[in-house]
């Protein structure tokens, strides 16, 4: 039989999927570890994003980060975290996944501020508003599109990194690919090819809902710049 | 290829160990060498096939939406499940990695070419177009080298992401550094072999990088006198 029946018939064992180990519990471990990742890595990258962005410093760092997390292989990370303080397990995995958030967000939530027109800005320093009154009530409503095409990005690629996790044990639907190949390639091939549609389609669908999310959460009057918001953020992290 | 690794390594499991690099030079090199031929191989199948494809899609606008949209995508795909759908058809080996690493080297090339392409303005290809360039002499001539920016940085976006990718290829056996990184962690967390796989990743991808970045200051001398004056 050639492996995509095999895979069919994989994914239509429904022991495949209610074992322990199984579909279900993966796709539970997948969910729960990159969504910890991407609330770590807007944790951090958000406020220190809109920040920069606010005071207009540190350009070269947020252009930096982008490009040695891009050198840096997902591997690498993956295997040095759990021998630091962080200990193996989810953690590790969780802050490995985090690091590779942080670009996106953080470059959408730079630019986000620097596109804010300055004239809003004088106007709003104008009526009297503090620093911090600029940067909460005119410059992060402004910035909206920017930070929720950041997040899609960010989320979209930590749920496609999740799957490399399996490589250190860390659970996850890339697991079942792992498996499969640990089987050898001949016993192994439907898993292998139904573990890769499974994956796939979790980083497809979850793109899908979150260009969703982006529309709902921007407000009518800036949609027409969330075109120009997704190229930017394609742009800044292209490459991922 | 075999790792024969050898353990007289300074006591306590150090992060950096010149013991480490002395005693395994050869396998350290191997996996460097195959690396750095997988990444040349791949970003120039990449380029050789992506150039003519951004071409077609700036030529005939109806591919264009297609083309990116099918980039999108396939951008999507997580890259252990590309492994998965390949490796089944393509077997166990250097095959497998060079088509995943391939693929993805390719979609970066293609949206930066693509998007360097749509930057040429107008007039200056009606200016062309009035010069009596046909449309091969104005590809050339013309519209490629102003694309050559975007087409460089897709380029060595394509690199840089293609060091770090190959990594991945472990899964079946052919990760070249990140079989280093990878069975040093399977050997009792070996910590020295780990960084030295990762930091001569991250060097391979900065030099790989630098030369790009030189040979565009070398192919377009026009930039640098814009930039310097």
Redesign the interface.
């Known amino acids: 039989m050639n492996p995509v029946g095999q895979a069919v018939l994989w994914l239509n064992d429904p022991l495949n999927w209610t074992n322990p180990g199984g579909v279900l519990d993966r796709l539970g471990e997948h969910l729960t570890m990159s969504a910890a990742a991407v609330l770590l890595g807007c944790l951090v990258a958000w406020p220190l994003g809109l920040w920069l962005g606010h005071t207009g410093r540190g350009g070269g760092l947020v252009v930096l980060v982008s490009n040695v997390t891009l050198a840096v292989p997902t591997l690498a990370l993956l295997t040095i975290l759990p021998l630091t303080f962080l200990g193996f397990g989810r953690p590790a995995v969780v802050v490995a996944l985090a690091v590779f958030a942080v670009p996106p967000l953080l470059a959408n939530a730079y630019t986000g501020v620097r596109q804010v027109d300055p004239e809003a800005r004088d106007a709003a320093r104008g009526m009297g508003l503090s620093g911090g009154q600029v940067l909460r009530r005119v410059e992060l409503p402004l910035a909206v599109p920017y930070l929720a095409a950041g997040f899609r990005t960010a989320a979209v690629q930590v749920i496609a990194t999740a799957a490399l996790a399996s490589f250190v044990d860390g659970g996850g639907l890339g697991q079942i690919i792992r498996a499969g190949f640990g089987l050898d390639i001949a016993a192994g091939g439907g898993q292998i090819i139904a573990g890769g549609v499974l994956v796939a389609g979790l980083a497809v669908l979850a793109e899908g809902v979150l260009a969703l999310v982006e529309r709902v959460v921007t407000p009518r009057a800036l949609r027409p710049a969330v075109r120009p918001a997704q190229r930017r953020a394609a742009d800044a992290t292209a490459g991922n | 290829m075999s790792f024969q690794l050898s353990y007289r390594a300074a006591p306590g499991n150090p992060w950096f160990s010149w013991q480490y690099v002395r005693d395994n030079s050869d396998t350290i090199l191997a996996a460097l060498r195959e690396h750095a031929s997988l990444t040349a191989r791949a970003v120039l199948i990449a380029a050789l096939v992506a150039l003519p494809l951004a071409v077609a899609a700036y030529w005939f606008r109806s591919l264009a939406g297609p083309i990116v949209a099918l980039t999108g995508?396939l951008y999507?795909?997580?890259?252990?499940?590309?492994?998965?759908?390949l490796?089944?058809?393509l077997?166990?080996g250097a095959v497998t990695v060079l088509s995943v690493v391939v693929l993805y080297a390719l979609l970066?090339i293609v949206?930066?070419a693509l998007a360097g392409l749509a930057q040429v303005p107008p007039e200056i290809r009606e200016a062309a177009e009035g010069m009596g360039y046909g449309r091969w002499g104005r590809l050339f001539r013309v519209e490629l080298p102003l694309a050559l920016p975007g087409i460089l940085t897709g380029v060595r976006?394509?690199t840089?992401?293609t060091?770090?990718?190959v990594?991945?290829g472990?899964?079946?056996g052919r990760?070249g550094?990140?079989q280093l990184?990878?069975a040093?962690?399977q050997n009792n967390?070996y910590?020295a072999q780990?960084?030295t796989?990762?930091v001569l990743?991250?060097l391979l991808?900065?030099v790989l990088?630098l030369i790009l970045l030189g040979a565009g200051r070398l192919l377009m001398p026009w930039l640098r006198a814009r930039s310097s004056s």
């Open positions: 995508v999507t795909v997580p890259s252990l499940a590309l492994f998965a759908f490796a089944p058809y077997g166990i970066v949206r930066n976006l394509a840089v992401s060091v770090a990718l990594t991945v472990v899964v079946v990760g550094l990140g990184i990878f040093g962690f967390f910590k780990i960084m796989g990762t990743c991250v991808a900065l990088d």
